[in-house]
């Protein structure tokens, strides 16, 4: 079962880059890194999938070493609508949902 | 288009009483996904549908929770004998097959007190 790790929390400036790393020592072949992102009272919503390499979509980047252990979600420019719980998610094809372990998440607090 | 839809959107019940959750998913989406998330805390799998039938009820932390899926449409997840630490926030999510990780929908959830 691919456990996942993640900071606790993170406080960053308006404007600048924040990065939040998932640790994911057990991940097995077929499982994909999911990032969602949660606000007080909503459901977690879909940020970036990857699977090797390096992901790019409009709103973040997702980096992922050669051996998979670990990721990193980058978020560009952040404002403060950009507060949020974040989650790490480890996960293998359909079928497999068992597997599907959400981190603890990592609160962001993004000031003035 | 319509997203997942959960009611009530709060309940407050008596320790003791049984309770049903409901989950509208997004139309098409074959993959049902429950989860609770306790004050504070992380997500928690609870049961997994693939179309009606139920793979994996592993997650499920008690005889006391059931669930079940007709259609292939709608889910209800029921809490018989609740406890207070059943006090909760219910989350549904759906997903359409790709045959990789399914990019979950989720609900706004329903908020649980028993008191």
């Known amino acids: 079962l691919a456990k996942t790790t993640q900071p606790i929390s993170m406080d960053s400036y308006e404007g600048q880059e924040v990065n939040i790393t998932c640790s994911h020592n057990?991940?097995?072949?077929?499982?994909?890194i999911t990032w969602y992102q949660q606000f007080p009272s909503q459901g977690p919503r879909f940020i970036i999938q990857?699977?090797?390499t390096k992901v790019t979509n409009e709103v973040a980047s997702l980096f992922i070493p050669a051996d998979r252990k670990s990721s990193t979600l980058s978020l560009p420019r952040v404002s403060l609508s950009d507060t949020a719980v974040y989650y790490c998610?480890?996960?293998?094809?359909?079928?497999?949902?068992?597997?599907?372990?959400f981190g603890t998440g990592t609160r962001l607090q993004v000031t003035l | 288009g319509a997203g997942v839809s959960q009611s009530p959107s709060n309940k407050v019940t008596e320790k003791g009483k049984d309770v049903e959750l409901r989950c509208d998913p997004i139309?098409?989406?074959?993959?049902l996904y429950w989860y609770r998330q306790r004050l504070g805390q992380g997500l928690e799998f609870l049961i997994y549908?693939?179309?009606?039938?139920?793979?994996?009820k592993s997650g499920l932390p008690s005889d006391r929770f059931s669930a079940e899926r007709t259609g292939e449409s709608v889910s209800t997840l029921t809490i018989q004998r609740t406890q207070q630490e059943d006090s909760a926030v219910y989350l549904c999510?759906?997903?359409?097959?790709?045959?990789?990780?399914?990019?979950?929908?989720f609900g706004p959830g329903t908020r649980l007190t028993v008191l």
């Open positions: 139309s098409g989406h074959t993959a």
């Open positions: 549908f693939q179309g009606n039938s139920a793979p994996d």
């Open positions: 990857g699977y090797k």
């Open positions: 057990n991940i097995a072949t077929n499982d994909y």
């Open positions: 999510a759906s997903s359409i097959q790709t045959g990789r990780t399914d990019t979950q929908y």
């Open positions: 998610l480890v996960g293998g094809p359909t079928g497999t949902a068992s597997k599907l372990t």
